[in-house]
């Protein structure tokens, strides 16, 4: 199983940018996904989640900027961040919780992160 972040990048503050994390390999289903990201210097923090019903949970800085959502048919889950600040800089990775087969318990997998830098 892989988890393939992507569209991270430079970006000035006030602009947005659309982080997207697709899963492939052998998955029979994928429970929770999510957003994390560590700044230099600081421990890993929850941005936001996103179960497979479609339940959702922002971490306090992150309402009202950002938006996650997901494709479950395309296992995939995406991070829309809006009104993006200077503090916001930090190396995001994408989190999935699933099953590789019915029979095996459910085990949580990472992306390899994907840098966001936002200047001043």
């Known amino acids: 199983v892989q988890l393939q972040a992507s569209g991270g990048g430079l970006v000035q503050a006030g602009g947005s940018l659309r982080l997207s994390c697709a899963a492939s390999g052998s998955i029979f289903r994928i429970n929770d996904m999510g957003w994390y990201r560590q700044a230099p210097g600081k421990q890993r923090e929850l941005v936001a989640a996103i179960t497979s019903g479609g339940s959702i949970n922002y971490a306090d800085y992150s309402k009202g900027r950002f938006t996650i959502s997901r494709d479950n048919a395309k296992n995939t889950v995406y991070l829309q961040m809006n009104s993006l600040k200077p503090e916001d800089t930090a190396v995001y990775y994408c989190?999935?919780?699933?099953?590789?087969?019915?029979?095996?318990?459910?085990?949580?997998?990472w992306g390899q992160g994907t840098q966001v830098t936002v200047s001043s």
């Open positions: 989190n999935a919780d699933l099953l590789r087969s019915r029979w095996e318990p459910p085990q949580g997998y």
